[in-house]
């Protein structure tokens, strides 16, 4: 449990008054785990992480079950989410026969997945980048034209385990193009978690110059060399309000070997709330959701925040 008074809020000049956590464990978290996790659990899951007060919790993902079995469920389990919000439950849909299942069930913010570079376009997706951007535009346009919110990830945008350094007019173009294709919001996705805090300032600043504004841009980083933390400061000095994070620590990439967990929602609400950063996070609910959640896959979460408040050895 957090000790009263802590984190001592002491703000900084510059930041911004509250931040919208996008919550990717049920889907990112879970989908790299080596076992299947039983439905029932996945919905209980989601209903703690909405309960302990995080607005976006992503649900799931429609994609063919030979990729993703661990997300095979999904029709299972969005009805088990009918008591919550659709718009709190964005999905992850590849195509439009995705886009058809999730539609079919109510979704209504659905999230399709580009690549920065070709090789993970073809690890991932089979295609160029370009033809991944060919064949997510009719799925943003039915998403569009049906009311739907759309998100565009984008992976590898600060590194690429092949490729090595992608260089910034390279994701910049890429972003440009999904906001072309009529994306509501993009993800800066650093997939094997390289990324360091000027890197991440001289993206974002390439992204005004283009005219991508900071309210179009959420964060994901990954904390293989422990940079998250330092990487979502750099973004929030640069006035970016949403950072995805995963509860525990959760997740990876199932096609980058080099991309180990993401960002821990539990030391990233530590430092927010230490920075007087607004969530509508309750940590301790978080945090005894996340202890519930590793008891399931029997193992220790790598989050530090999560480890001293619950006294993990």
């Known amino acids: 449990m957090t000790a009263a008074g802590l984190p001592m809020e002491i703000r900084a000049d510059g930041l911004p008054s509250r931040v919208r956590i996008h919550e990717v464990g049920a889907r990112d978290g879970l989908q790299n785990e ?13 209903h703690r992480l909405a309960a302990a007060g995080l607005p976006t919790v992503e649900a799931t993902s429609f ?6 079995p661990q997300l095979a469920d999904a029709e299972q389990l969005f009805p088990m989410l009918d008591d919550l919000d659709p718009q709190r439950l964005p999905v992850l849909v590849p195509n439009e026969r995705g886009l058809d299942r999730a539609l079919a069930l109510g979704a209504r913010r659905i999230a399709v997945f ?6 993970f376009a073809k690890a991932n997706l089979n295609r160029t980048v370009d033809e991944a951007l060919a064949m997510f535009a009719p799925v943003v346009a039915r998403a569009k ?10 992976s590898m945008c600060f590194g690429d385990p092949w490729e090595g350094p992608v260089p910034v007019a390279q994701t910049v173009r890429v972003c440009r193009a999904l906001l072309d294709l009529g994306c509501d919001e993009l993800s800066l996705g650093d997939t094997i978690g390289v990324a360091t805090p000027g890197h991440v300032q001289t993206l974002l600043a390439a992204l005004g110059e283009a005219q991508v504004p900071a309210s179009r841009i959420g964060v994901h980083f990954h904390d293989t060399y422990g940079q998250a933390l330092a990487n979502t400061f750099a973004a929030l000095q640069h006035g970016i309000t949403t950072i995805d994070a995963s509860a525990g620590g959760l997740g990876g990439c199932p096609y980058a070997k080099s991309a180990t967990g993401n960002l821990a929602t539990e030391d990233l609400v530590w430092m927010l709330h230490g920075l007087g950063i607004e969530t509508g996070v309750d940590l301790d609910r978080l945090t005894a959701t996340s202890v519930w959640m590793a008891g399931v896959l029997g193992r220790p979460s790598p989050s530090r925040t999560l480890r001293a408040l619950s006294h993990q050895e």
């Open 63 to 68: 994609v063919h079950p030979k990729w993703v």
């Open 145 to 154: 034209d049906a009311g739907v919110h759309v998100r565009g990830y984008l």
């Open 34 to 46: 080596q076992t299947v996790v039983p439905t029932e659990i996945k919905a209980e899951f989601i």
């Open 114 to 119: 580009g690549s920065a570079t070709e090789s």
